[in-house]
Every structure is written in C-alpha cells, then in structure tokens.
C-alpha cells in the first residue's frame, strides 16, 4: 500500500458517497409500504419500480456534472457515456424486498479504471448501513474497518445463494444440495450486493450467485479484495459484458465451497 491513494480517485470515491448518500434518502422516501410488491415484472419474478429508474437518472446527472470524462453504466439504462473510469450502478439492489416495503435492499455505485474495480459504495439506508471501499486502502462499514470472516469449519459456517429467475430450478437446487452436504446454514436475502458486503464484513463465510451481472456486484468487488476475501473470476469468465458466476468466501471456506459447488475459485 502506498502511503496517499490517488487524490483523483480517493476525490471520486468521496464524492461518490455523497451522490449515493442523496439517492439513498430519495428511495427511502419512495419506498413502498409494507405489503404486497409495488411495481411491475421486467421477467418471471424481477421486480421493477419506479424508484429504480428515478435513482439511476439522480446518479447519473450527478456523476456527469462532477466527472464528465467519466464513462457510465447503469442496470436500467445501460452504457449511457464512455470513459477511462467508468461508474457502475445498480440504482435499487434487493428491489423484490424495496418493492414490499422490506428494508434488505441498498443502491450501488462502483467504479472501474479500464477492467479492474477500484472503488465502490454501498448504502443500505433502511439498515443505517454504508460500505465504502478503495482498492489499496481499506474496506469499511460506517467508517470501520472490515474484513473476511475467520471461520474454518463448514458445520460452523453461513452461506448464502442468491436466487434469480435466470438460473433453472434443478441447477439452484444442485448447488444448495452441495452447499447444505457440508453441513453449512444456508441463506438466500434477495440482495446480491449486499449479500457479497456481508462476505466482507464476516456476517457471511460465502455467496455464491450462478447468473448476476455487474452492476451488482461492481462496488462489492473492491470491499471484497481489500477485507482478505476470496473471489471467483466472475470478470473473466464473462462478468464483464454479461452474467456470470461468482463465488465469494472467506479464504478458510473458500476453497472448500468452490470443490462442493464446482465453481473453480482461479
Ligand atoms: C437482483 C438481486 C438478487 C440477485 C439477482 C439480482 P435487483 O438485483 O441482487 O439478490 O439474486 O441476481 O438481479 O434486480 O434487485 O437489482
């Protein structure tokens, strides 16, 4: 680690957490009631709201007025501007929670320098919870340091799978059969990004996703990297342009989950 992060970078990631900040507190306020989902399905159980498209243009005019050389993507709109550095965002992530007034839901930002993420910031107001992270300088949670959990014994462990309707049912089925064999707690929370800051911060030993794409894990990748975690190749292996695979762990269980799911962690 050098001794100062890049002060372009470490500009960008504050200001970052301020956008996100302000786009956190606009979807509090148009949260949904508790109660049946308030929104429409853009596919078989994949909730939009109008909370998504709202939040994603509020970041978006944000980020182009700090950072116009900056390129930007985002899950509803896709790749709007081009850049060297290039924002990711999923605006609500966990929307089939947002959409029922639940509170496991947050709005990601991430950013990436070519292919590499280096920074990210994840906030999750209805918990009272931020993430932030930058490549070489820490992973946080409301300005604490994080890191992997140092659990070793799978019968002691908690992992979680994230489901979607992407991924057939016999194939999710398969892999939570394998995760449950090794005697672990399984979860499955509906919110990828946050699923994958929990592996960060030790509240998880490991998640894994067969189909997610970018924008929900862009800003987890870099808290990952910095709290000691282990990591899939899910860039490599086709991350970067569509869904793909991820397996995050603690680097004790890691090994053993990527054997059980025959989901290769290099
Ligand atoms: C979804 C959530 C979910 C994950 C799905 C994602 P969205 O994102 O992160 O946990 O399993 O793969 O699509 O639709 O809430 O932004």
């Known amino acids: 680690m050098s001794a100062l992060p890049s002060p372009a970078l470490a500009y960008r990631l504050e200001a970052a957490r301020a956008v996100v900040h302000d786009a956190a507190r606009m979807a509090m306020a148009m949260r949904p009631p508790p109660g049946g989902p308030q929104g429409e399905l853009k596919s078989a159980q994949d909730w939009l709201t109008e909370t998504d498209g709202a939040v994603e243009a509020f970041i978006a005019q944000r980020m182009q007025a700090l950072f116009p050389e900056d390129g930007f ?3 509803e709109g896709g790749v709007s501007r081009t850049g060297s550095l290039r924002w990711v965002v999923d605006p609500i ?3 089939s929670n947002y959409a029922r007034g639940r509170c496991r839901w ?4 991430g950013l990436m320098d070519g292919d590499e993420p280096v920074a ?3 906030d999750a107001p209805a918990l009272g919870e931020v993430y932030t992270a930058l490549r070489g300088y820490g992973a946080f949670l409301n300005g604490k340091p994080i890191k992997a959990s140092p659990i070793k014994d799978p019968a002691r462990s908690m992992i979680e799978m994230g489901w979607s309707g992407r991924v057939p049912k016999s194939v999710f089925m ?12 399984p979860r499955s929370g509906g919110c990828g990004a946050l699923a994958l800051a929990d ?3 030790g509240r998880l030993d490991g998640y894994i ?6 924008w929900d894990v862009a800003a987890a990748l870099p808290l990952l990297a910095e709290a000691g975690a282990v990591v899939s190749p899910f860039l490599q292996n086709g991350g970067l342009t569509g869904g793909a695979t991820i397996l ?3 680097p004790h269980i890691g090994p053993v989950l990527a054997k059980a799911v025959s989901i290769p962690l290099e």
């Open 248 to 250: 995050a762990a603690n």
């Open 174 to 185: 398969d892999k939570m059969d394998a995760i449950m064999e090794l005697g672990t707690m």
């Open 73 to 75: 993507q985002g899950e």
């Open 209 to 214: 996703e067969i189909v997610i794409n970018l």
């Open 106 to 109: 947050c709005v990601s930002l």
């Open 120 to 122: 990210g910031v994840i």
């Open 93 to 95: 992530d966990g929307t």
């Open 199 to 201: 592996v960060a911060s």
